[in-house]
């Protein structure tokens, strides 16, 4: 990474008396500075700074003495009694798989189909059902065999038994799993109803659906 420097030059000449000579000192003082600027860009890529301080190629630097004896400080934005706190991520801008599931209780109303949907963008393959008891998430797994559908069921009831709040889970036909969420105490969804599927998004299903053909 390369540094730029910027070098300053005191020189002593005598007066000069025409304007011939004052050109042709000007461009004497031109051709130093340029081959002090070539020197420096080969030679080096930091800057030394206060004797044997070097600047550091990445951060910020603690301020020289020189700076701070100026009171710089007391020109730039802020004071130095400003506050400074680490800001803990609350409960709506945590993800839906790193929440816990909260007591529901039945005093409480059912989620609005506006803020349902809003949430179903945060799972996948969930769709909403409105029913005659209330809103439901539902959703619906293809598996390779009926071997492979006891083996989904087994993989949710591990990943939601943690949590206190499970599934409606039906093993249809031969190779179909049906999972069903909602609060029967409110008779609605709650937010453990998303963050229980969203859980139930990480499970890896990929051994136990079909496989697909390959065509030579």
């Known amino acids: 990474m390369a540094t730029t420097s910027h070098l300053s ?80 991520p609350n409960f709506s801008a945590l993800s839906l798989t790193q929440q816990d599931c909260s007591p529901v209780s039945p005093l409480q109303n059912p989620m609005s189909v506006d803020d349902a949907q809003k949430l179903l963008k945060k799972v996948i393959g969930w769709r909403l059902l409105e029913e005659e008891d209330g809103l439901k998430l539902q959703c619906l797994w293809k598996l390779r065999d009926f071997k492979c559908g006891v083996e989904l069921v087994n993989r949710i009831y591990k990943v939601t038994e943690p949590t206190g709040h499970f599934p409606n889970l039906h093993l249809e036909q031969p190779n179909q799993v049906r999972a069903e969420l909602w609060t029967s105490s409110i008779g609605g969804l709650s937010m453990n109803d998303f963050i229980v599927a969203a859980k139930i998004d990480e499970i890896k299903t990929s051994d136990l659906v079909p496989r697909k053909r390959i065509w030579a």
């Open 9 to 88: 030059f005191s020189l002593i000449h005598p007066r000069i008396s025409s304007p011939r000579h004052h050109h042709h000192h000007l461009t004497q003082l031109f051709s130093i500075q340029a081959q002090s600027r070539l020197s420096l860009r080969t030679t080096t890529t930091r800057t030394e700074a206060m004797g044997s301080d070097l600047l550091g190629d990445f951060g910020a630097r603690d301020p020289f003495p020189a700076e701070v004896e100026s009171g710089f400080a007391d020109k730039v934005l802020g004071n130095v009694d400003t506050e400074h706190k680490i800001l803990i």
